[in-house]
């Protein structure tokens, strides 16, 4: 089974502050990992994965996750949060060895930056 | 145009009512899911569809029902909706030729209220 865990309903930061949204993830073998983002009323939106390869990786808007097996963690950063980066963050995870053909997702995280 | 649509937005509906909502897509992909999300529960998967002929239930299929009228479409619906069907809906589509990763592309949601 593949299961996912945001800790943090809420994280509040300052504006120009850099910022965390934690996520972990358990799988039986090897992930493909995700982060999505909802701004209010919209979908979500595709911010970046990890597949293979480099364990830090850069996606859209300078969001960047770095991946670490040893902590089954996946985390996203952003150096320098602004106020428009206000919004729900799901971290989802796919057993790439497993025979679950979808993704799973964690129940989200909303981040809230402060002017 | 958006690549993913559905229709309608906005629902409200009364208990005992027939319900649809449709899912059209562009993007040519041949996977399309439907999920639901509630506030804290993060996104959990009813159906998904991987061709016209193959059709699967998710973690919470009861209640709904779901139809794959050509691979661009793909409808839920709830065949006699309650209460605690009030959510916010999502269709998304993924494709396989990309790695098979399971990335997701959403559309904007359906809101539905049961009264």
């Known amino acids: 089974a593949q299961s996912v865990a945001q800790p943090e309903d809420q994280v509040n930061v300052a504006e120009g502050n850099p910022l965390t949204v934690k996520c972990t993830y358990s799988?039986?073998?090897?992930?493909?990992l995700f982060w999505y983002v909802q701004y209010p009323n919209r979908g979500l939106q595709f911010l970046l994965k990890?597949?293979?390869?480099?364990?830090l990786v850069k996606g859209s808007y300078g969001f960047e996750a770095e991946f670490n097996k040893s902590q089954t963690s996946f985390h996203l950063k952003k150096p320098s949060a602004l106020v428009s980066d206000s919004a729900l963050y799901f971290c989802?995870?796919?057993?790439?060895?497993?025979?679950?053909?979808?993704?799973?997702f964690g129940s989200g995280t909303q981040l809230t930056v402060l002017p | 145009d958006a690549d993913v649509t559905q229709t309608p937005r906005n629902r409200i509906t009364k208990t005992g009512k027939r319900i649809m909502l449709e899912c059209s897509q562009t993007?040519?992909?041949?996977?399309m899911y439907w999920y639901r999300q509630d506030p804290g529960l993060g996104l959990q998967l009813i159906y998904y569809?991987?061709?016209?002929?193959?059709?699967n239930k998710g973690e919470i299929s009861d209640g709904y029902s779901v139809s794959r009228q050509a691979q661009a479409k793909f409808s839920l619906s709830l065949e006699s909706a309650i209460p605690n069907q009030t959510a916010l809906y999502f269709c998304?589509?993924?494709?396989?030729?990309?790695?098979?990763?399971?990335?997701?592309?959403f559309g904007e949601g359906s809101r539905l209220t049961v009264l």
């Open positions: 989802a995870v796919r057993d790439r060895t497993g025979s679950a053909r979808q993704l799973t």
């Open positions: 799988v039986s073998g090897n992930p493909y």
């Open positions: 998304a589509t993924s494709d396989p030729g990309t790695g098979d990763t399971g990335e997701l592309f």
């Open positions: 569809s991987f061709d016209v002929k193959d059709i």
């Open positions: 993007k040519g992909h041949d996977r």
């Open positions: 990890y597949i293979t390869g480099d364990n």
